[in-house]
């Protein structure tokens, strides 16, 4: 029963993304555009940096990774859940293609910068 109603909560709060067990959690993104470059701002709290991977597919930049659960001690009753804990994928379409892009990527206090350099056009 307390599993069915922790479906049925994360089905009403989280975005959809087909199905909860391919993703339940799409972190919030900011996109900047600078004069020679873009940058990606994505807040990733309590993501580990060796759990995100980031790439691309033509105009697409790919983020993906996993925010695992920390338990407080050994024996816990679940009271109240509000955080995700699990595996996502952020997609995010640039108006160009990233796949020949520079990229770069900065981790601190939570938030993953992605700095992305376009291909020098010749």
Known sequence: MADDLIRWMQTLFMPAAGSLEETCWRPA???YHCADSWWVKLDLAGVRPEDIS???CGQTLIVRGCRRDHHVQED???????????????RIELPFN????VISTQYCDGMLLVRIEEEAQL
Request: proline share 0%.
């Open 29 to 31: 993104a900011d996109v």
């Open 54 to 56: 980031v790439g691309t």
């Open 76 to 90: 816990y009753f679940r009271y109240r859940l509000e955080i995700a804990y699990s595996r996502f994928e952020r």
């Open 98 to 101: 990233v796949d020949g892009a």
